[in-house]
């Protein structure tokens, strides 16, 4: 596995950036041989995380294995990206472990089917969503809500490892309940598995400085041929046991309708978070190489990658960052890698499946630990605290993940960020616009000393746009202006910031204009944009009337109304 890399977002290599773009085309053959050597390449790298996740998941092994050689083969054959390596990941795993898994007064195998049911369902609704063409929903949840339960669920990953790697019993499956547990049976750590654990942490990170070493693969090799010496079991140390691929059924789990809904709910929020990450790594990759990739498309990809694996018992699987990156940093060319990979995987599957079940589970814990540490990088915050902005959802995204766990801490999240949008959006922000010296400008007079009002005539901009929550707000601001220049005979409202009004909109300034020609006061509307005229206008009467309604600047607008304009048609 490559170095853990800092996601594009947190400071993306312009100069590799445009290397890639300006790279030559590579002829079909060498393509294909690349294809063949990447796929190879990364092959030895995604079984160990695969399994790996099937422990985070609290999943038996095979889990990992079936969804992974599910996501391979499925996103290859009707996916858009040429990068992307649909597998299990980490935040996917977490979620499944804190929802499913938490659930009390259920039996393993009733929570098994649960599991199978919940990633079926996560693919059914990632079809639906791109049959729907709902490519852009990732949006809805802002970049600062990402990056905060991204580092949150990384800690959150990483402490609930530890106990694997002390070989200690925790109590809870709550973060902080789980940093007291471990705090509490630190001393009853078996020292053997804190050792293998520790060594095989520091031989990934050493290793994986390097591009070229496959430090997962080979931290796994040298656990397995060393457990052929010391006899991991002799020493307390837990191994993955038995791999169970023999008994497959690719079938729906029998559920009654009640936890068929459940499971539906929890669906939605996996899906949400998986497609959050996919199309993140798809994204990058493909504005790194001038690529175009279609969101609608590998939302049905996706969906049947998930649908695949829910049917054969496998876990979720999602486009992960650090998969991705792997299998272009091995010279990937096209989806064709991920076949090779499937390939590869599925042949030392067939003839190694015993020795993988030798697999210490400490060294499983610190491949887990070492896949989600690219997402530690506290660098990731620091535009927020240099630009001042959204600092407030990171932190409590961050905290929310830790304090609430995986799905409630990033649904808290997720409302404060609207909570602070409705927020911002809602305050009665107006500026009052007066001439900038004697040019057909119109700024804000409070910012520029050199612009004048117009004598009688009060210009207002709400500096957002209008609709339910502030129509009425802004427009007690405007009133209250009004009240301190009691000489104003026309009423001039800028709503360049308004692209469309709905209903309240239109009742507040309907209202609005009946006061101001109860006062004997003139309105006028301009730098409307279509949609907004053009309701408006339906809504036309005596007192909010059409004609004075326009898209025409503010200094067009004086002049129409003969209050003030200095001829010339430019833009306000």
Request: net charge neutral.
């Amino acid at each position: 596995m490559p170095a853990p890399t800092p996601h594009p977002d947190a400071g993306p290599q312009r100069a590799e950036h445009f290397a890639a773009l300006d790279a030559p085309p590579v002829p079909p053959r060498q393509r294909a041989g690349r294809d063949a050597l990447a796929g190879v390449s990364i092959a030895g790298l995604l079984i160990p995380e695969a399994v790996a996740y099937a422990g985070l998941a609290n999943l038996p092994p095979q889990a990992g294995l079936i969804a992974l050689l599910s996501g391979l083969v499925v996103y290859a054959l009707t996916g858009s990206s040429r990068f992307a390596i649909v597998s299990s990941t980490s935040s996917s795993a977490a979620v499944l472990a804190a929802t499913v898994f938490a659930e009390s007064g259920i039996g393993p195998a009733a929570q098994l089917a649960l599991a199978a049911a919940m990633v079926a369902a996560t693919g059914v609704l990632f079809i639906v969503a791109g049959l729907l063409r709902l490519g852009g929903m990732s949006d809805f949840i802002a970049r600062p809500v990402l990056r905060g339960f991204a580092f949150g669920l990384a800690v959150t990953i990483a402490i609930k490892e530890l106990p694997k790697i002390l070989e200690i019993h925790v109590r809870h499956s709550d973060t902080p309940h789980i940093v007291l547990d471990i705090v509490q049976g630190a001393a009853q750590a078996n020292v053997a598995s804190l050792a293998l654990g520790a060594s095989a942490l520091a031989l990934l990170f050493l290793l994986g400085r390097s591009k070229r070493v496959p430090a997962t693969l080979v931290v796994i090799v040298l656990s397995i041929a060393l457990g052929y010496v010391l006899d991991w079991q002799h020493y307390g140390i837990a191994i993955v046991g038995h791999i169970d691929l023999q008994n497959l059924s690719f079938d729906l789990p029998r559920l009654d309708r009640n936890a068929w809904l459940q499971t539906a709910e929890l669906a939605v929020a996996l899906m949400l978070i998986l497609y959050a990450e996919s199309y993140g790594s798809i994204r990058n990759f493909a504005l790194k190489h001038g690529d175009t990739v279609s969101p609608n498309r590998d939302l049905v990809a996706l969906g049947c990658a998930n649908l695949v694996s829910g049917l054969l018992h496998g876990m979720p699987v999602g486009a992960g960052y650090s998969a991705t990156s792997a299998n272009e940093a091995a010279g990937a060319q096209s989806r064709f890698s991920a076949l090779w990979a499937a390939g590869v995987i599925a042949l030392i599957v067939w003839l190694l499946l015993p020795q993988l079940a030798r697999t210490p589970e400490p060294v499983l814990a610190a491949i887990v630990i070492f896949a989600v540490s690219h997402s530690l990088h506290p660098s990731v915050f620091r535009p927020y605290w240099t630009w001042r902005r959204d600092r407030l959802i990171v932190a409590a995204a961050l905290l929310a993940v830790l304090v609430l766990g995986v799905l409630q801490g990033l649904l808290a999240a997720i409302g404060v960020s609207l909570l602070v949008t409705l927020r911002k959006l809602s305050e009665p922000n107006v500026s009052v616009l007066g001439r900038l010296r004697d040019s057909h400008d119109f700024v804000d007079v409070s910012h520029h000393a050199d612009a004048k009002a117009i004598p009688g005539v009060l210009i207002v901009r709400p500096e957002a746009q209008l609709f339910f929550a502030n129509a009425d707000k802004m427009l007690n601001r405007v009133r209250a202006l009004l009240k301190a220049t009691p000489d104003t005979h026309t009423v001039m409202l800028s709503l360049e910031e308004t692209p469309d009004v709905d209903g309240t909109t239109i009742e507040s300034l309907k209202t609005f204009a009946a006061e101001c020609s109860a006062r004997g006061q003139r309105l006028a509307l301009v730098r409307m944009k279509q949609h907004a005229l053009n309701a408006l206008k339906r809504a036309a009467d005596d007192t909010l009337r059409a004609d004075a309604m326009s898209e025409l600047s503010v200094d067009e607008g004086l002049q129409t109304i003969g209050a003030g304009g200095v001829g010339g048609g430019a833009a306000a």
